[in-house]
């Protein structure tokens, strides 16, 4: 019974982080159609600006925040303004081009911070680096407790923004319906280069939050990028709140699914799960919550 | 558009001459082929080695090289990636001529590789690549420094014989071609000393979490932990074993990350009394290691950091090259392959031998060392002749450290 | 007339080639690029003509070196029975591969795609007994010499090239690109269109898995990693297709010789023009910017990839005509 218990608290706090990864996607795959190939190599960039802050400036990982998720934004911009949205111009056969951009990008990003911070592992050790705290005999690690509570706030936050404001609401009309909201005066090129760089900033964000806890590294992108669309399928495109569900059951299934059948099946148990949602319930959570 | 014109041709005239420009070469050096994984995930470890390489170079050719001419290494990045190695050494023979290839980290580039060394006729010394089968296959130019994967536990064997006699222990490892043959190895060792294995399992390097594996590690409650991992994961493994406060007699890594600087730096004092096997350590008796301290000093005093065995793999393949060539009859492949298996000779990494043993060939025997981490320093712990520290056993519990 | 010359010259050009260049490490790139162009011409096929954009020719790729790999390794026969099954080991894969993933379009398709192929990679790794998961499979090449390898390589190229040909200007190739222009028009029409979705595939199943017993045949050593890697097989046989041009017969072959030449290009340095221009000069700022370039030979292809589908969305062939028109100020008559 520990050993569930254990297992659940530990994929639970996981699934807030990969949440957060998560809503970053679902808003750039919804508002836009294509898939962010790039998306992980963009937390690793984050990572490192935090990574940088801490070790030269002493700044603390949470503080970095502040920094690192405006700076990201400003790259999501750069990057939709110049060099996906002139895609959509082009005339090609496939309209597959933004996607393999999207790869190019993420090897250029990858290559750009092996170039300056060579293949070193980096870590940041924090005080609460280490530090856990028990309930009963199950341990709670607190950074990720932390990652766990300012991912839900970011993720509220979100779901308002899009909710209540007008910006917000340009975005979910966008990502319903292109046309339509053309036809209603919404200037969709701009909500994708902004949609673009909040995506980023989110995934920025739980990049800086997985800081304390596991390590930097220039080639840590790729993982991150297949998790994201995981959790983007199993949620439903352009759902904040099917985010949520998705990245916490993204991190349930992987942490049961490496205590009982085995830690090498961890990623397979995730596929598994994206594949069945695909056929079984394309559309993922979003079709069961409709929210 | 004229000028986009020319500067197209002019970019063609530029390739083709860089064609050729490989085959004008100068008579004068002997070139040495060198591949390693210069970028790419392994860059690390490949640019350790690089750095190796260059200073047992510069060394001997201070000392006027082999006869009378100099050395001159030709670096091929291998991406660490066995198809571009195998580019690299195929470019490295048939382009740049050279009469040995060195170098090798990664197994399966290894594994690529020495065919086509065995195959074209030249040399291969390999330095790193520890899969097993590359020296079974009775390649005849190919020849191994290091020790093969499944040796690498012996030292920890002997270990677990005199002093630490558990009864149980669990494995973990990274699926990789070393965790896979090195974790294989160590099972039947445990088999042979009657140490019950409670869990052996595998993982792909890179997961955030590892409680799911470690809660039912815990659940076992086993005397041993050995993992083969790789830094951070080693790093993490550690960690997250506190977190969940498990406590065995003794956690032993099996080489690669545990050794490393960065390890200590992660898992803080996490790192404290977790054994590690090893195959170098700065502090080897020069008797059999002559230089073995020089080569880690006056590494860190040029280059600003720290190197491990992988560095004194690397700096002992040199001179173990450059030995061959002063007593090679001519500079054709074919013998100084002979002269090769003629070495004997000992380097900063040890006596270097080529030998034919079970079902090996032309390997190199090597013995290998427990270390342990104290007080935030490696300590050489176990054979007890070459120990710089005793070593602490069994590992106090978590709640009983500071 | 003089159009149709060309790919005649270009086969009797690569017949030659391993007469006149005897350089091994020469042969061993052109090796590279005919396996690409099998691979491409079958990426194209499903994804160019087809318009399903696989993210995972890697799991075809491997089969293919798997069913030759694990043939010389259990039943310990020559690796080259392995070609014969190769291609159908990886049709066998194609088909579950298909029924999942043909339910799916567009981005979910090509996704799905994706995961199939990581599904395959962790499940080769995991199943240690049987393939002997990373320790991976390793066999002695037959042939010293290039040469055989050159002309089966070129051999397979040629009957991929000629069979796309083929099948695009028969009626199931008109098939394939009306479900790549419009699915539901084509469905309307009474164009049963997976069935047709299911034969693409099976034909670039078949010939990605022939490609791949090639590569074990030739390499002599693979492990799941390599032969199911995303980056160096899936998306490489995408860039192979966008560079050279979706859709077009040649375009793969374009791609395939582009990409091959400009990575190697990258990896050593200009072939070690720059070094060699470091020598001569003896100048340290020459020195420097050959070791900036061979460091970051990576991050250069990449540049390149951004570059070509910003300014060539449609690949060199497929853009041709603009490329004549912009650089060389050649006006093809409209």
């Known amino acids: 019974m520990d050993v569930f218990l254990q297992i ?17 996607m679902t808003l750039i795959m919804g508002v836009m159609g294509i898939i962010n190939l790039a998306h992980g190599q963009l937390m690793m960039v984050a990572m490192y600006v935090t990574f940088v802050l801490h070790s030269f400036f002493g700044v603390d990982p949470y503080l970095s925040l502040f920094v690192a998720m405006p700076a990201l934004f400003l790259l999501g911009v750069v990057i939709q303004k110049y060099l996906l949205n002139p895609l959509i111009k082009a005339e090609t056969i496939l309209p597959e081009n933004q996607v393999l951009m999207t790869v190019g990008i993420g090897m250029v990003l990858t290559e750009v911070i092996r170039f300056i911070f060579k293949s070193d592992y980096k870590s940041v050790t924090t005080s609460y680096t280490g530090a856990t705290f028990f309930l009963g005999s199950i341990s709670f ?5 932390v990652a766990f509570g300012i991912a839900v706030a970011f993720t509220v936050a979100m779901f308002f923004f899009l909710i209540k404001t007008d910006l917000g609401r340009s975005i979910r009309a966008t990502a319903q319906d292109k046309d339509a909201a053309i036809l209603m005066g919404v200037n969709t090129r701009r909500i994708t280069v902004i949609t673009f760089g909040l995506g980023t900033a989110l995934v920025a964000c739980a990049g800086t939050l997985l800081v304390p806890v596991y390590y930097v590294f220039p080639d840590l992108g790729g993982p991150f990028t297949a998790k994201a669309f995981i959790i983007t399928i199993l949620g439903g495109l352009g759902s904040t709140v099917g985010a949520i569900f998705g990245g916490v059951t993204l991190g349930l299934a992987e942490s049961l699914g490496a205590t009982y059948l085995g830690m090498e099946y961890e ?22 919550t409709k929210v | 558009m004229r000028i986009v014109r020319k500067g197209l041709i002019g970019i063609f005239v530029l390739v083709m001459a860089s064609f050729l420009c490989g085959a004008a070469s100068a ?13 790419g995930s392994m860059a690390k470890f490949g640019e350790i080695e690089r750095r190796s390489f260059e200073m047992a170079l510069e060394e001997i050719n201070a000392k006027g090289g082999v006869k009378g001419r100099k050395i001159e290494l030709v670096f091929e990045d291998d991406t660490g990636k066995p198809d571009v190695g195998r580019s690299a050494v195929e470019k490295l023979i048939s382009r740049d001529k050279v009469p040995v290839v060195t170098g090798g980290y ?3 580039v290894v594994a690529a590789a020495a065919p086509v060394a065995h195959q074209l006729k030249v040399p291969f010394v390999i330095c790193t690549g520890a899969a097993d089968d590359v020296t079974e296959k009775g390649y005849e130019y190919v020849f191994r420094i290091n020790p093969t994967a499944s040796e690498y536990p012996e030292a920890t064997k002997s270990f677990l014989k005199g002093v630490a006699k558990v009864k149980t222990a669990v494995i973990l490892y990274e699926n990789t071609q070393f965790g896979q043959s090195s974790s294989k190895a160590f099972e039947e060792d445990c088999k042979e000393l009657g140490i019950q294995v409670l869990m052996k399992e595998g993982y792909s390097a890179g997961a955030i979490d590892f409680k799911p594996l470690l809660t039912n590690v815990k659940a076992k409650n086993p005397d041993l932990i050995y993992m083969v991992s790789y830094v951070l994961d080693a790093s993490l493994l550690i960690r997250q074993a506190k977190e969940l406060d498990i406590n065995p007699k003794l956690f032993v890594g099996g080489a690669a990350g545990f050794t490393l600087p960065e390890f200590q730096m992660s898992a803080g004092p996490a790192a404290e009394y977790v054994f590690s096997a090893t195959l170098w350590t700065p502090n080897l008796r020069d008797k059999d290691y002559p230089g073995a301290k020089k080569y880690f000093d006056n590494f860190r005093a040029r280059y600003k950091s720290d190197t491990e065995y992988h560095g004194a793999e690397a700096y002992a393949s040199m001179y173990v090259v450059a030995d061959a060539l002063k007593r090679t009859k001519s500079f054709t492949p074919k013998d100084v392959r002979d002269a090769l298996a003629a070495t004997n000779m000992k380097t900063a990494f040890g006596p270097v031998k080529f030998i034919s043993y079970g079902k090996k060939t032309q390997q190199n025997k ?11 320093k490696l300590e050489t712990v176990w054979p007890k002749d070459v120990a710089t520290k005793k070593a602490l056993y069994p590992t106090p519990k978590w709640s009983a450290r500071k | 007339m003089k159009k149709r010359l060309y790919p005649l010259i270009l086969l009797a050009v690569l017949a ?20 690409w162009v099998v691979i491409g011409s079958a990426w194209n096929m499903i994804a160019g003509y087809t318009g399903q954009v696989s993210f995972g020719d890697a799991a075809f790729f491997g089969s293919g070196a798997y069913a030759a790999g694990l043939l010389a390794h259990h039943l310990h026969v020559s690796a080259w029975w392995g070609m014969a099954i190769g291609g159908l080991a990886a049709l066998a894969v194609g088909f579950p591969f298909g029924w999942i993933c043909f339910r799916l379009r567009g981005a979910y398709f090509a996704l799905a795609t994706l995961a199939l192929n990581e599904v395959l990679r962790h499940g080769t790794t995991i199943a240690e007994s049987f393939t002997r998961g990373m320790l991976g499979i390793m066999i002695m090449p037959t042939f010293v010499s290039k040469v055989p390898y ?8 040629v009957v991929s090239v000629l069979s796309v040909r083929l099948l695009i200007r028969s009626k199931p190739g008109y098939y394939f690109v009306s479900i790549r222009e419009d699915q539901d028009a084509a469905e309307s029409l009474g164009i049963d269109t997976h069935f047709y979705k299911m034969l693409s595939l099976a034909f670039a199943a078949f010939w990605t898995g022939m490609a791949g017993s090639l590569y074990m045949n030739y390499m002599g050593f693979i492990d799941p990693h390599v032969v199911f890697s995303l980056h160096d097989i899936s998306i490489m046989a995408i860039l192979v297709g966008i560079v050279g041009g979706v859709g077009t017969v040649y375009g793969p072959t374009v791609g395939a010789f582009i990409m091959v030449a400009v990575q190697e290009m990258f990896r050593s340095g200009f072939f070690g023009l720059f070094k060699f221009l470091a020598e001569t000069t003896g100048s340290e700022s020459v020195r420097a910017l050959a070791d900036v370039l061979t460091k970051g030979h990576v991050l250069g292809f990449g540049l390149l990839v951004v570059l070509v589908i910003l300014v060539l969305p449609n690949g060199i062939v497929g853009d041709w005509d603009k490329i004549k028109k912009k650089v060389f100020r050649i006006h093809s008559p409209a």
């Open chain 2, 106 to 108: 990664s197994s399966a």
């Open chain 1, 267 to 288: 990623d397979i148990v995730g596929l598994t799960i994206f594949v069945l949602v695909l056929l079984f319930l394309p559309g993922g959570f979003k079709r069961l």
């Open chain 2, 366 to 376: 090597l013995p290998t060392y427990l270390v342990q981490w104290q007080d935030g």
């Open chain 3, 150 to 157: 050159y002309y089966i390589a070129l051999g397979m190229a």
């Open chain 3, 16 to 35: 030659g080639f391993p007469l006149v260049v005897e350089d091994n490490y020469y042969q061993h790139l052109m090796i590279l690029f005919l396996m």
């Open chain 2, 27 to 39: 008579a004068e050096p002997i070139k040495v082929g060198v591949v390693l994984p210069l970028t």
């Open chain 1, 141 to 145: 690690s607190w950074a990720l407790v």
């Open chain 1, 8 to 24: 659940l608290v530990a994929g639970f706090l996981k699934g807030g982080l990969y949440a957060l990864i998560g809503i970053g």
